[in-house]
């Protein structure tokens, strides 16, 4: 155990015992916090890792984001010409132009304790949550959202209007995942800690949930909560258990995501966008 994992654990423990607050939070504990969200910033700890194959949540990261809006009282934050009130501030982008990484004007958010890897492109407006990690080389386009401690990985597109879910709570929740290589379509939603296996290719406005199955028609199984690597997935509407009722007219239909072989059309089609990266 780190010496910051276990100030972290030391922290959770007195907030659950001894009730501790913004108001009982000194100069040391703000101090530790600090420290905790800079880790964040450069990657050395994340919200999750991948064991045995599995993503699984680091707790204890998780727990020390939360105790930062625990032992942070709401205050004024300054960002260009606005003002605003929450408990943590916005993300120094300071350390982004030396290796790379760009940002547009006028509405890129990256939020304190957020890590954003190497060459990567946020266009704006665009949000980034505390806790997420942006990998190298990935592009978030415009209007997107990457929720709380969510982990992108590297030379991913995330399409205009993409939502990426934030999980927060419960600590143990992994959050949504996705991988190396993924291009994903605009107006697409991912929440509920799905994972996105590498070198997929998600169509537009899928919706990818823990509560919808995949028909993978590669390995010919259901699945639910997570997408195989290196497929091509969209929307489709099959059959509901509602099945013929008075108020349907020709029977009702629930959404699913199918599966399938990446061609190599959809392959070229995410290449042409590599100049914006390079």
């Known amino acids: 155990m780190s010496t910051l994992e276990s100030d972290i654990e030391s922290l959770w423990n007195r907030h659950e015992t001894e009730s501790l607050s913004a108001e009982r939070a000194g100069r040391e504990e703000l101090s530790t916090l600090d420290a905790f969200l800079d880790a964040l910033e450069d990657g050395s700890v994340r919200a999750a890792h ?19 809006f625990v032992c942070r009282a709401i205050d004024v934050q300054h960002s ?22 760009r940002n547009t004007p006028d509405g890129t958010v990256i939020r304190r304790g ?16 505390v806790g ?34 934030g999980v927060l709570e419960p600590v143990e929740s992994a959050p949504v995942i996705v991988e190396n290589d993924v291009a ?5 939603r ?45 929307t489709r509407f099959v059959e509901s258990s509602v099945g013929e009722h008075d108020l349907f007219d020709g ?19 995410t290449e042409r966008e590599a100049l914006l990266r390079s």
Request: with cysteine.
């Open 132 to 165: 997420a990690h942006v990998g190298d080389g990935t592009l978030i386009d415009s209007c997107d959202t990457v929720g709380s401690c969510a982990q992108i990985g590297a030379n991913v597109k995330l399409g205009a209007n993409t939502l990426i879910g």
């Open 184 to 188: 994903v379509g605009a107006g697409c």
């Open 50 to 68: 991948k064991r045995d194959g599995e993503w699984v949540a680091n707790e204890w990261v998780k727990r020390g984001i939360l105790l930062n």
């Open 190 to 234: 991912i929440t509920s800690g799905f994972v996105v296996g590498e070198g997929c290719v998600i169509g537009e406005n899928t919706l990818l949930t823990p509560r919808i199955p995949v028909y993978d028609l590669v390995d010919e199984e259901i699945y639910y909560g997570h997408l195989p690597p290196e497929r091509r997935a969209f």
């Open 114 to 129: 957020a890590a954003i890897g190497s060459d990567a492109i946020l266009m704006s407006p665009a949000f980034v949550n």
């Open 80 to 101: 260009s010409a606005v003002d605003y009130h929450d408990v943590l501030g916005l993300r120094s982008t300071d350390d982004l132009p030396a290796r790379g990484t």
């Open 251 to 269: 029977g009702a239909f629930k959404p699913a995501v199918v599966a399938t072989d990446i061609e190599a059309t959809t392959l070229s089609g």
